[in-house]
């Protein structure tokens, strides 16, 4: 169980979904298919929502089509990178599938938009983008666009949700902005001499490639506000809201100290958008201002926590989590 309100394990998606198309985690089995097929025409620069509109009369090709419509001038982005995307996908008949352009509800009006942060892979980590797009983004660069558009059963398969109202045949097509990319080192963690634990806060030991050890101060009273002490000082940049951070941590239960979740018992270290309502509000208020390289530890009350979703398995709980910043994307 991770951080994020749309986590990739288990819980509600943060960004604004009006269906969710997929049902189960899907495979690409085909790859980009020629950019002769296309049917959509797209209007808009790289860096602004995009206009789509499609002809009554045109037919989807029964296969993966990609096009490049801007050519980035930043990084290449290859598989298995971190990456932050913008995207606004339909239905070749209008349906909207969601768009990182919605605004969140009750975001300010200067805030950064909810974007998707996620691994280049094959494999379903996300339900905005499914494989086959996600995968598309490899050999495009930093401050690029590119659509991906075919039928529903060339882009979804077998994980096509049968209650979307979307039908095998019928058309899909996403416009997909680069953002941002960062090739990550699974097994980073912050480096430096820790600093003891402050008073009532628990005391955290991080070994190499393992879960951190966080042990609960006996009887202390779970605190009522969010609580946070940086343990290792790093000299990286500062992060900033919008940012997708790159994190190695650990989270136990305050109330017994057994531990939900860590990124070492996911293949290492892990990306999150901070700043955007993306992350539980504790991470969000502890981690935006902070450096790369540091290791912070935060103890996150229900109310900052899962406590606004009362079905969540954590909901009553409060967490204690070591984060180690590794990077931004």
Not at 45 to 63: C, Q, R
Not at 308 to 321: D, G, I
Request: charged letters at 25%; hydrophobic letters at 35%.
């Amino acid at each position: 169980m991770n951080p994020t309100k749309n986590t990739r394990r288990a819980a509600a998606a943060a960004l604004t979904v009006p269906i969710l198309l997929f049902t189960a985690a899907c495979g690409s089995d085909d790859g980009k298919g020629s950019a002769d097929g296309s049917v959509v025409k797209v209007e808009g620069k790289a860096g602004a929502e995009p206009k789509i509109s499609v002809s009554k009369d045109a037919k989807p090709a029964d296969k993966v089509v990609t096009k490049t419509l801007t050519e980035g001038k930043g990084a290449t982005v290859k598989k298995g990178d971190l990456v932050r995307l913008d995207y606004s996908a339909q239905s070749m008949k209008g349906q909207n599938l969601g768009s990182s352009w919605t605004k969140q509800p009750g975001a300010k009006k200067d805030a950064p938009r909810a974007q998707v942060v996620t691994e280049v892979t094959e494999q379903m980590t996300q339900q905005m983008l499914p494989p086959k797009v996600l995968t598309a983004a490899a050999g495009q660069k930093v401050g690029g666009r590119f659509q991906v558009e075919g039928t529903a059963k060339a882009l979804i398969g077998a994980g096509l949700n049968p209650q979307a109202g979307i039908k095998p045949e019928d058309g899909l097509v996403w416009v997909v902005d680069v953002a941002g990319v960062k090739k990550v080192d699974k097994k980073a963690k912050a480096e430096g001499e820790q600093a003891a634990p402050e008073s009532g806060m628990p005391e955290v030991k991080a070994a190499d490639a393992k879960a951190a050890s966080i042990t609960v101060p006996k009887g202390e009273k779970a605190p009522k506000d969010l609580k946070q002490q940086v343990l290792i000082k790093g000299k990286g940049p500062e992060v900033k809201a919008g940012d997708g951070l790159i994190a190695q941590y650990t989270g136990v239960k305050w109330e017994d100290g057994k531990k939900f979740d860590s990124s070492w018992d996911h293949g290492g270290a892990t990306a999150f958008q901070i700043g955007t309502g993306q992350v539980v509000q504790g991470w969000d208020q502890a981690l935006v201002g902070k450096h790369v390289g540091d290791r912070v530890e935060i103890v996150i009350p229900p109310k900052l926590g899962y406590g606004a979703s009362p079905q969540h398995e954590l909901a009553k709980n409060t967490l204690v989590f070591s984060v180690d910043i590794v990077g931004t994307v």
